[in-house]
């Protein structure tokens, strides 16, 4: 399994930016498809962004459409979330995960087998 490592998290005002960083372990890393989802409080985690290892495609949230990008650095194993006009409602711990077997879903949580701890963003009005 391939371990994850979030970070960049922090407090922001409104109309702010943070990028996020997860480094992940695994040799074939530029094959995975990488992805970012949040959660809430008391909601369930969602999907946020993703990027296809083969073909780079990516993909968005209609909510962050425009102001977050994903990105990835295949020889540091990293993908990053750039997140820019930050709203109070983007807070939520947000996590990163890895899927290392093309799956077609690539904005559904059961698609990906390997999550990070994730890291806490909140945005303040």
């Known amino acids: 399994q391939v371990q994850l490592v979030e970070s960049g998290g922090g407090l922001v005002q409104a109309g702010g930016s943070l990028r996020l960083s997860c480094a992940a372990s695994?040799?074939?890393?530029?094959?995975?498809?990488m992805g970012w989802f949040r959660q809430a409080p008391e909601k369930e985690r969602e999907f946020v962004a993703a990027?296809?290892?083969?073909?780079?495609?990516?993909y968005y949230a209609d909510s962050v459409k425009g102001r977050f990008t994903i990105s990835r650095d295949n020889a540091k194993n990293t993908v990053y979330l750039q997140m820019n006009s930050l709203k109070p409602e983007d807070t939520a711990v947000y996590f990163c995960?890895?899927?290392?077997?093309?799956?077609?879903?690539?904005?559904?949580?059961?698609?990906?087998?390997?999550w990070g701890q994730g890291t806490q963003v909140t945005v303040s009005s």
């Open positions: 995960a890895a899927q290392t077997s093309y799956r077609s879903a690539y904005y559904s949580e059961d698609a990906f087998e390997s």
């Open positions: 695994g040799h074939t890393f530029s094959s995975y498809t």
């Open positions: 990027f296809r290892g083969r073909g780079g495609r990516t």
